[in-house]
């Protein structure tokens, strides 16, 4: 039987708030070890290529803040999930305020009864 999108929906909003405390370790438990990200500067495979991806962002972007809007869960299951949306950015680069928006998808998998991420692709 299919996971209600509810609790998959809760853990969606967990990763962003995470993503916006700009603290990796709020990022660890969210990331299997073995997922792999698709970000428009490149791919990374494996926990740790995308939390030093994801640092660098942070220390190039600041302020930064994210926002997932028009979620959309196309596939659950009690073991994977698989949403897609819509995201924006903003924050600061070189004293410059930036903005960029795009679409994202996100593969979920169910990990001994934690989810976590295995998959995202974000594009502009």
């Known amino acids: 039987m299919p996971q209600p999108a509810a609790p998959l929906t ?3 909003r967990t990763y962003e708030q995470a993503t916006n405390s700009h ?6 438990p969210l990331i299997a070890p073995g997922a792999v990200y698709w970000f428009s500067d490149g791919s990374y495979r494996g926990r740790e290529a995308i ?3 994801v640092g660098k ?3 190039t972007i600041h302020d930064e803040i994210d926002q ?5 869960w196309i596939a659950l299951s009690n073991d994977h999930a698989i949403c897609r949306y ?3 950015w903003t924050g600061t680069i070189n004293g410059q305020p930036r903005s960029r928006s795009g679409r994202g998808t996100n593969v ?15 594009s502009a």
Request: no cysteine; net charge negative.
């Open 23 to 28: 603290d990796i370790t709020q990022l660890v």
């Open 10 to 12: 809760e853990f969606i």
């Open 57 to 59: 962002t942070f220390a």
């Open 86 to 88: 819509r995201f924006t």
């Open 108 to 122: 979920l998998v169910n990990n001994a009864g934690t989810w976590q991420m295995l998959h995202e692709h974000l």
């Open 51 to 53: 939390l030093s991806a």
């Open 68 to 72: 997932i809007d028009d979620l959309e």
